[in-house]
């Protein structure tokens, strides 16, 4: 799996977006990027993957550089229960999930 | 429930004694994984199913742990003899199929095992 590096923490305002960044520039092609959350006291929590192009769901979006070395996750409206840390990861059939340190996540009322 | 369950969310036992945790997956899901976490810690895989072989076992600690599925559907993982070492959150997580590079892993809220 290419090695990711995200940002160790950051706050966000309640209603506002927040953006989290993460760089994986010695990504292979095929290599997916994903896309967890971690809540206190919670099992990891899926978020959003993708390969190329840019993706939606209810949760959040994802947009990949088109070179593929870096990516965002896209939180449109973070809330309280958005606080978590997020992990990015690169992987292709690798089934031994394994996350970094990710980025904790505080958003502030 | 559409998600997946792990039963008890919490045990606490005394060492020696045999532990048992179960996980009901997504329904229709082929694969499964067990993992484990420690405090503070990454995930740590111990093994998984596709239905109801387990082709990798690499990630057990021991000859104490053990896991078995049936139906294809529930899991569980059995430790034997337990130590204060295997105190751990053991998580559980299922995929619709085995490859990674497009089925994501979907996790349960896991049991927070205590030794005392």
């Known amino acids: 799996d290419a090695k990711t590096t995200q940002p160790t923490s950051m706050d966000c305002a309640e209603g506002r977006a927040a953006n989290l960044p993460c760089n994986h520039s010695?990504?292979?092609?095929?290599?997916?990027v994903y896309w967890y959350r971690q809540i206190h006291s919670q099992g990891p929590q899926y978020i959003i993957h993708?390969?190329?192009n840019n993706e939606t769901n209810e949760m959040a979006s994802l947009i990949i550089t088109e070179d593929r070395k870096s990516s965002t996750l896209i939180l449109p409206h973070a809330t309280l229960r958005d606080t978590a840390v997020y992990y990015c990861?690169?992987?292709?059939?690798?089934?031994?999930?394994?996350f970094g340190a990710g980025t904790t996540v505080t958003v502030r009322a | 429930g559409a998600g997946v369950s792990q039963s008890p969310s919490n045990k606490v036992t005394e060492k020696g004694k045999d532990v048992e945790l179960r996980c009901d997956p997504i329904?229709?899901?082929?694969?499964l994984y067990w993992y484990r976490q420690s405090l503070g810690q990454g995930l740590e895989f111990l093994i998984y199913?596709?239905?109801?072989?387990?082709?990798?076992k690499s990630g057990l600690p021991s000859d104490r742990f053990s896991a078995e599925r049936t139906g294809g559907s529930v899991s569980t993982l059995t430790i034997q003899r337990t130590q204060q070492e295997d105190s751990a959150v053991y998580l559980c997580?299922?995929?619709?199929?085995?490859?990674?590079?497009?089925?994501?892993?979907?996790f349960g809220d896991g049991t927070r095992l205590s030794i005392l």
């Open positions: 329904s229709g899901h082929t694969a």
């Open positions: 997580a299922s995929s619709l199929e085995l490859v990674m590079s497009n089925q994501p892993q979907h």
């Open positions: 993708g390969l190329k």
């Open positions: 010695t990504i292979s092609g095929n290599e997916y």
């Open positions: 199913f596709q239905g109801n072989s387990a082709p990798d």
């Open positions: 990861i690169a992987t292709y059939n690798d089934y031994k999930l394994s």
